[in-house]
Structures are given as structure tokens and as C-alpha cells.
């Protein structure tokens, strides 16, 4: 088969790229971008185990009873280092800092930015010091005393309406049959 002239080519110009071809260089450009970002990932992931293994002191010190801290590298679209379920580390857009964040109710907040390691296990270091203590006030507080259940009230007994009732209703049938009687008289 021949390949098909587009319309409005002109005979000086050079016929159009087929397709399978540009679809051939369109694969190897994408296979070389995922590599540049495979390689980036792998840098990312190289530095936050880096700030990992400079964190190991401050977690050995952590007695083993306080199950708060989860640490752990998570390697999906964007390596994070896990401190615990609400707090970590990724690295910046430039790939060098690293960002100390915090999710809360309100929203992420950044606790920490810096290029220096040093200053991110220093502000992990104040962040665990918090907690621990938010953890020691939570147990020291005594629970508040539950409200007892009320009682419920004495059941009344119901015989005593009935027999008010009763006297009352006889009374009015009794004041309506005189009152018809000395009316008719």
C-alpha cells in the first residue's frame, strides 16, 4: 500500500511522518523521562533513608511501652518518611530540603524546612518531645465520674384515681338525674 498524501501539501514540501513512527519516538521520549524521574525518586527515597538512619538515636531513646511512633519510608508517587500517622517528612520541590508536615484537622501545616538534616531531626527531636508529654497528661487526667443512672421515679399506684374517678363521675350522674327530676316537677 501507499501511504496517503495529507491534502494541502504542497509537491516542494516533505511528505508527513507516519504515525507508527511517531508514535515509536513518542514511547522512547516517555521511557527516558520515567527514567529521569525513577532516578529522582531513588534520589528522594536515598535521602530520606539518610535522614532515617540520623533519627535512629533520638527513636532508641523512646521506652518501649509508648507505641505512638510508626516509623517507616513509604515508596509510592511521592516517598514519604513516616514519624507517626499524622506527621512527616517529604522532600521540597528541588529535591535537596526536607519538609517536616503535620496533618490536622484544619489542613497540612509545615513544622520544619531545611537543606540541613541536623535542623529536621532537631525539630523531629520537639515534635516527639511533644507528644510524649500530650500522651503523659492524657493518662494522668482522672476520667470523669459517669453520671449514674437516675432512678426512676416510685410507680404511682393507680387504684386511687381510679376510685376518685369513679366518686367523681357518680356525683355529676347523680347531680344530673336531680337536676332533671326537680325540672320536670
Do not use: C
Not at 81 to 87: P, R, S
Amino acid at each position: 500500500m501507499s501511504e496517503p498524501e495529507t491534502s494541502g501539501t504542497h509537491p516542494g514540501q516533505s511528505r508527513p511522518v507516519r504515525l507508527r513512527d511517531a508514535l515509536l519516538r513518542a514511547r522512547i521520549e516517555a521511557a527516558d523521562r520515567t527514567g529521569v524521574v525513577v532516578d529522582l525518586r531513588d534520589a528522594e527515597v536515598a535521602r530520606l533513608e539518610i535522614l532515617n538512619d540520623a533519627l535512629d538515636p533520638l527513636f532508641a531513646q523512646v521506652p518501649d511501652r509508648i507505641d505512638l511512633f510508626d516509623r517507616g519510608i513509604s515508596q509510592g508517587d511521592t516517598p514519604r518518611l513516616w514519624i507517626d500517622v499524622v506527621a512527616h517528612i517529604v522532600m521540597g520541590r528541588d529535591k535537596r530540603m526536607y519538609r517536616f508536615v503535620q496533618d490536622t484537622r484544619f489542613g497540612r501545616i509545615v513544622l520544619a524546612e531545611s537543606h540541613d538534616t541536623a535542623a529536621i531531626v532537631e525539630a523531629v527531636t520537639d515534635y516527639v518531645a511533644r507528644r510524649m508529654v500530650e500522651r503523659e497528661r492524657a493518662m494522668v487526667i482522672p476520667p470523669e465520674p459517669q453520671a449514674q443512672a437516675a432512678e426512676p421515679p416510685p410507680r404511682r399506684s393507680r387504684f386511687w384515681p381510679f376510685v376518685l374517678g369513679f366518686l367523681l363521675g357518680a356525683a355529676a350522674l347523680f347531680g344530673f338525674a336531680l337536676f332533671a327530676a326537680l325540672r320536670s316537677w
